[in-house]
C-alpha cells in the first residue's frame, strides 16, 4: 500500500500513538505535518507521569471547572479548528480522510473521568459531521474493498477489533 503524494495531518504527533501513526504514514511514502501542544523537552515524559499529574480523575461534582475546559480544549476544540482550517483544500483536492482516535471512553462511560469521556463522544461526532461534509462518496463499494478489509482484519494489524461493526458505505450512514 503506497500513500506517496499524500500529506497527512498528525495530530497529537509527540505521542505514543502519533508518533506510530506519523512512522506508519511516513513508510507507506505519506508526507507529514506534525502537530502537538507538548514542548519539544516534555515530549518523553512517560504516560505514569502525565497521568500523575492530572486531576480530571474525579467525581463530576468535584471536577475542577479548569480540568474540563483543558479535556474539551484538547480533545474536541482542537479537532475542530483543525478540520476547519483544513477541510476546503481536502475537498478541492477530492482526497479527504479525517481519521480521529478516541479511545473507548468516546463510546461507554468510566466512573470519574467525565470531561474525558464527554470530550472523546464529542469527537465521535464531529468526525461523523465532516464526514457527512466532506466525503459521502454515493458510489457502492468495490467487492475488493471489502476484501481488504477483510485481510485487515484478518492480519495482525487487525487483532484487537472485535465485537463491532464497521460501515463500509460510503458515507450512507453519516449522512
Known sequence: MTLEGKTAHVVGFAGAIGSSIATSLANAGCDIIGVDKAKQDSVHISIDKIKESRLSVSKIEELPDDNWEDDITVNLTAPFMVIKQLLGSMKEKGWRRIIHISTICGLVALRNVSSYIASKSGLIGLTRDAARL??????????????DLVLFLCSPAGKNMTGTAIPMDGGITVS
Do not use: C, G, M, S
Request: hydrophobic letters at 35%.
Open 134 to 147: 466532506a466525503h459521502p462518496t454515493k458510489q457502492f463499494t468495490e467487492v475488493d474493498q471489502i476484501a
